[in-house]
């Protein structure tokens, strides 16, 4: 069992920054692949990135260039570093973890974290 608690959403203006974390208990965390999601009103849950056991990240491309995934093992904390923000960013943020390798499909993905919002104002 794995549980993800979420952290770091708020409020933002475009182009600003917003970190991310999501701490996940559990003694086998280094074992799982981590992937971050987002929920807009209205509209489905969609994948923003992923990171293996190993650090092997994957980004969906909206956010290439501009999100880093990254994971310290020690701590058990998957972290989602945001920058030059667009008010299309703006979503509920999920944490999500599976024992397997990465993931885009958020059906791939057995555990999930109750959720952060991340409001950028244009």
């Known amino acids: 069992q794995v549980q993800l608690v979420e952290s770091g959403g708020g409020l933002v203006q475009a182009g600003g920054s917003l970190r991310l974390s999501c701490a996940a208990s559990?003694?086998?965390?280094?074992?799982?692949?981590m992937g971050w999601f987002r929920q807009a009103p209205r509209k489905e849950r969609e994948f923003v990135a992923a990171i293996t056991w190993i650090g092997t990240s994957t980004y969906t491309d909206s956010v290439k260039g501009r999100f880093t995934i990254s994971r310290d093992n020690a701590k058990n904390t998957v972290f989602l570093q945001m920058n030059s923000l667009k008010a299309e960013d703006t979503a509920v943020y999920y944490c999500a973890a599976r024992r397997a390798g990465s993931s885009s499909d958020p059906l791939d993905y057995g555990y999930w974290g109750q959720g952060t919002q991340v409001t950028v104002s244009s």
């Open positions: 559990g003694r086998t965390f280094s074992s799982y692949a």
